[in-house]
């Protein structure tokens, strides 16, 4: 199998090589080049024609967003994986880069001095991205046909669940924007993110929205017009009471990843 070749640009000479020999060291990746600034990485782009690009936020002469608004336009199609802190300042640039076309994201290491530590951390979360945004084509069967959902016609519509990963930020922002003020059930939302992401997201889509957008609470009363994103890091749940549902958020172990 040819392996996913893969452009690192990160202006920490650190991350580089963390990030260098933690991805070369799987089979199905090799990583062809390196860049410390955005203007380096666009010359490489062209020597180099990787299948992906990891893009770090924060780098002198031309910063990721600068990089990869010049990258969208020469490169529309080649998969960009922003690499970014768990800040606050992190997590608003990287949802600028979610809405200029980056592919996906995956945060920092907290513990760069920990080689290990940080190893297992990408190797856990950016590796499996890589190789989902540069899978080969392969044989897929035919669709099965659509099947239509019958509601048995005495049970009503109580709440709308939504749940949503790599890509979901930018669907959410097209979908969420178009629904009315009078929506006429709750909307409960789980977009796989860290926190402080979450609060952000919900703050944007509801400074855009008709409906009202919030972080999830415990506790909070699901409204028609409203919708609630879970906390990064949280399980957010509905119970029902004697004067109707609430949220209820837990720290259980994980599912699905």
């Not at 180099?48 to 002198?60: F, G």
């Not at 996906?104 to 920990?114: L, M, Q, R």
């Not at 009078?182 to 409960?188: K, N």
Request: net charge positive; hydrophobic share 40%; aromatic share 4%.
């Amino acid at each position: 199998m040819v392996p996913i070749r893969i452009l690192v640009v990160d202006d920490s000479v650190v991350i580089r090589k963390v990030l260098s020999a933690t991805l070369s060291a799987d089979p199905e990746l090799e990583v062809v080049g390196s860049a410390g600034d955005g203007r380096i990485a666009l010359a490489k782009i062209a020597q180099l024609h990787p299948d992906l690009v990891t893009l770090d936020i924060e780098m002198p002469v031309l910063n990721g967003l600068e990089t990869l608004a010049e990258l969208r336009k020469l490169y529309p199609k080649l998969p960009v994986v922003m690499f970014s802190t768990l800040t606050e300042r992190g997590a608003a640039a990287t949802l600028d880069a979610l809405s200029l076309g980056a592919s996906d994201y995956a945060t920092k290491p907290s513990n760069t001095g920990s080689g290990a530590e940080a190893s297992t951390a990408i190797r856990a979360e950016l590796v499996p991205k890589i190789k989902t945004l540069c899978a080969r084509p392969a044989y897929l069967p035919p669709p099965r046909p659509v099947v239509p959902v019958r509601r048995p016609a005495h049970r009503r519509i109580e709440i709308v669940a939504i749940g949503t990963s790599t890509g979901g930020p930018n669907a959410l922002a097209e979908v969420l924007p178009r629904l009315p003020r009078d929506f006429p059930v709750p909307i409960v939302l789980v977009q796989h993110m860290p926190p402080v992401f979450t609060r952000l997201l919900a703050e944007r889509l509801n400074g855009r929205s008709q409906i009202r957008i919030e972080e999830g609470s415990a506790g909070a009363t699901p409204c028609p017009g409203q919708a609630w994103i879970a906390p990064g890091n949280f399980h957010m749940t509905l119970k029902r009471s004697a004067i109707g549902s609430r949220l209820e958020l837990n720290q259980d172990s994980p599912e699905n990843s």
